[in-house]
């Protein structure tokens, strides 16, 4: 399995802008594909972006489309997330993930994913 951790996650206020990091250690990170999800307390984790083992695709929960983009640098082992116009409902736990399978293309349910990070909280506030 793979180390996760991320960072980036604050308070906000709509309309705000942040960005999330996962650094990533333990597995060769440039042939996995990676999403992040976001959870709240009591519901099940929500699928918010991803992208294929070789980035060449993405996919995004739609809503988020269009004001969250997600992106990796391979040279440092890191995924990004980055949320503009940023709304109260985006309030949420954000969880990086790494595919269990190597060479996979996007996936978007959490048991497609087998490492998880600890968590950032993001607060957006009205």
């Known amino acids: 399995q793979v180390q996760l951790v991320e960072s980036g996650g604050g308070l906000v206020q709509a309309g705000g802008s942040l960005r999330l990091s996962c650094a990533a250690s333990?597995?060769?990170?440039?042939?996995?594909?990676m999403g992040w999800f976001r959870q709240l307390p009591g519901k099940e984790r929500e699928f918010v972006a991803a992208?294929?083992?070789?980035?060449?695709?993405?996919y995004y929960a739609d809503s988020v489309k269009g004001r969250f983009a997600i992106s990796r640098d391979n040279a440092k082992n890191t995924v990004y997330l980055q949320m503009n116009s940023l709304k109260p409902e985006d309030t949420a736990v954000y969880y990086c993930?790494?595919?269990?399978?190597?060479?996979?293309?996007?996936?978007?349910?959490?048991?497609?994913?087998?490492?998880w990070g600890q968590g950032t909280q993001v607060t957006v506030s009205s």
């Open positions: 992208f294929s083992w070789s980035g060449g695709t993405t």
């Open positions: 333990g597995r060769t990170f440039r042939i996995y594909a």
């Open positions: 993930a790494n595919n269990r399978n190597p060479y996979s293309g996007v996936a978007t349910t959490p048991g497609e994913y087998d490492s």
